[in-house]
């Protein structure tokens, strides 16, 4: 009886990922299919040269180079304000957080986990009206925003991904370090976060693809249809997510369509990119703490 279980298991378990494995190409191959034919240099410049856009001697409002440039620069910021508190967060759970207060945290920010990103955006959009009330036409929606507000979205998934990946390193390597002498700090920083950075570097590389993906967020942040290159953090800016949504709910004709689609597999493909360079510096560092 025991065995049929675990066959039937092992069954269920093969057969859900290839239903998985499936969906995924399966969206790809549609993906290619409706939006292939768009991807052109037209796609990404308009009818500015390409040189031209690239040097910013002339902006681009036809074309997705902006909204590339907007995505990119939303999920850098996003990601350097969210990393340091998340990861110190952890840590601080993992390490230094004792007694009744960690239920209390743990339980916040399984809480915080779970708000919609809608309503985060709505508390960001709120933020700005209430700042403009003390100094107005001085605080407007705009890019530092939508970052800030992203970083709260993701903010517990990489604390509770920390200190996940600290608590369950094993005792004995947890121990070894101030057994020859080492501080807390010395045995944190050299030997249980290097221990568990494939875990944390996980972490991070979902974190960044929530803030690659969302729209509700920005839309109530500072994200418009054309703005154009961004120039600075105080002002508005394009994005990919967003175009995908502006074109599917408003286009004109089955090219507008089809570049939507086209978007969609840039999105995709920055994604997969960004995923790439997370790995590639995960296994530089691996090697770095392994031979240094």
């Not at 978007?263 to 560092?285: E, K, P, S």
Request: aromatic residues 10%; proline residues 5%; glycine residues 8%.
């Amino acid at each position: 009886m025991r065995k049929l279980v675990e066959t039937c298991i092992t069954a269920f378990s093969w057969i859900a990922l290839f239903l998985l494995i499936a969906a995924l190409f399966t969206l790809i191959a549609y993906l290619v299919q409706k939006g292939a034919s768009s991807i052109e240099l037209g796609l990404f410049f308009g009818d500015t040269s390409p040189l031209d856009a690239l040097m910013l001697k002339r902006q681009v409002f036809d074309g997705l180079f902006p909204a590339i440039a907007g995505t990119l620069f939303l999920i850098i910021g996003s990601m350097l304000i969210a990393i340091p508190i998340g990861v110190a967060g952890g840590v601080y759970l993992a390490e230094y957080c004792r007694g009744k207060m960690k239920p209390l945290f743990n339980l916040t920010f399984d809480i915080l986990a779970g708000v919609p990103s809608i309503v985060v955006g709505l508390a960001g959009l709120l933020l700005t009206i209430v700042l403009n009330r003390h100094f107005p036409g001085q605080i407007a929606p705009c890019l530092l925003l939508s970052c800030c507000c992203l970083a709260l979205l993701v903010l517990p998934y990489l604390i509770r991904t920390t200190q996940t990946a600290l608590e369950s390193i094993d005792p004995l390597i947890r121990k070894t370090a101030p057994a020859l002498g080492a501080s807390r700090l010395q045995n944190i920083t050299q030997v249980l976060l290097p221990h568990s950075i494939n875990d944390i570097v996980s972490g991070i590389i979902l974190a960044t693809g929530r803030c690659a993906e969302d729209t509700a967020v920005i839309m109530l942040t500072g994200v418009v249809a054309t703005a154009g290159f961004p120039r600075s953090l105080f002002g508005q800016y394009e994005a990919l997510p967003f175009y995908i949504y502006y074109i599917s709910s408003q286009y004109t004709g089955p090219d507008e369509l089809a570049q939507g689609f086209g978007a969609a597999i840039i999105l995709l493909l920055l994604c997969i990119g960004l995923l790439a360079l997370a790995l590639w510096i995960q296994r530089r560092f691996t090697s770095f703490l392994l031979f240094r």
